[in-house]
């Protein structure tokens, strides 16, 4: 860094000095120097020694590098207030809150102790972990704020729904807590893949790998909830609508994540399995229910009549937008032949 010359460099050091109230006699005591030498800096005879900079800085209160271009560096001075100022709101926003908590916690677990068991203690302290891990833990994390809050989170969130259960002598905890993990996985997986600390490890397969858990927490969610609260023809009837939701939920995703076309094929093609899937799904639901495959689609039958609609129309769409598709490459590849 290029210092300025001596007799910007003198003066500015001179105007540090007549701030902080402070003799050219106070100064070179500090630097332990001799007076004279601080008079030839600010005088510009002379360049304090290498060796002085940190000194000086520190005394006068100014950085290295305002030292060297003889002037404030404004920018520098705010960002370090705004760092002093929110290093002070963490110490009061903790302090707050902390005080908070133990005026929670304390007369809870005293009553609860007295009163012969801590079951509704433990709901509140639980309570306040996930209020914690909300307010807090992204306060205190330096990197990775998002993932350290929602890791938490979800802990916090599961031993609250324990301590509910045993509180309450249920028998619900499995059921919640798979379904707020696929409440999670459906909304925060794919940024948690996309995050630094994952995607090294996801890399082109964070698409399947959201797919894989949000369809494996799904069939966990029916196979646990219809064992649990339904009966054998419940969880058959679950596993089959849920395969056929799932099927067509990873046909739409298989197009539009790998096919190699532009957006108006894929959708036509979209619009096209959505087809495929409805007039599948009629045909299936109408023979689980006895109709035979040649009274499905007569006018008597009013709902499929409304399915061959719904086909029709988006195979119609389907076309439409095919094209669309077609004029589109055209329009493109007229341009490169010329």
């Given amino acids: 860094m290029k210092m300025e010359d001596k007799s910007t460099l003198g003066k500015f050091i001179q105007t540090k000095r007549k701030e902080l109230g402070l003799s050219q006699k106070e100064l070179a005591k500090a630097l332990y120097v001799t007076e004279s030498a601080v008079s030839k800096w600010e005088r510009g005879i002379s360049y304090p020694d290498i060796t002085m900079i940190s000194g000086i800085c520190e005394v006068l209160h100014i950085s290295e590098h305002e030292l060297c271009i003889a002037s404030e560096d404004r920018q520098q001075r705010e960002a370090d207030l705004m760092v002093k100022s929110y290093k002070r709101f963490v110490r009061g926003y903790t302090i707050i809150t902390g005080a908070c908590y133990l005026a929670a916690v304390i007369p809870s677990f005293i009553y609860n102790v007295t009163h012969g068991g801590i ?16 307010i807090n ?38 059921m919640a807590a798979l379904g707020t993990l696929l409440g999670e996985a459906i909304v925060f997986l794919p940024f948690v893949l996309r995050s630094g600390v994952f995607e090294k490890y996801a890399g082109n397969c964070k698409g399947l790998i959201c797919m894989a858990a949000d369809s494996l927490l799904a069939f966990a969610c029916l196979i646990y909830g219809t064992l649990k609260y339904g009966n054998a023809g419940d ?87 095919s094209i669309a598709g077609v004029v589109f490459k055209l329009a493109r590849k007229k341009p490169q032949d010329r």
């Fill in 137 to 174: 833990v992204p306060v205190f994390m330096k990197e990775n704020r998002a993932l350290w809050t929602l890791g938490a989170s979800t802990v916090s969130l599961m031993l609250l729904y324990a301590t509910g259960c045993v509180y309450s002598h249920g028998d619900w905890f499995v």
């Fill in 235 to 321: 969880f058959k009837d679950g596993m089959i609508a849920m395969a056929a939701g799932l099927a067509w939920c990873w046909a739409v995703f298989l197009i539009i994540r790998y096919l190699r076309a532009n957006g108006f094929f894929k959708t036509a093609l979209c619009l096209a399995a959505s087809a495929v899937w409805v007039a599948v799904m009629t045909v299936l639901s109408n023979a689980w229910n006895g109709v035979k495959l040649s009274e499905m689609f007569t006018i008597k039958d009013v709902s499929g009549n409304y399915n061959v609609l719904v086909c029709l129309a988006l195979m119609g769409v389907a076309a439409v937008f």
């Fill in 119 to 134: 079951g509704w203690f433990m709901v509140l302290f639980t309570s306040l972990m996930l209020t914690f891990s909300i």
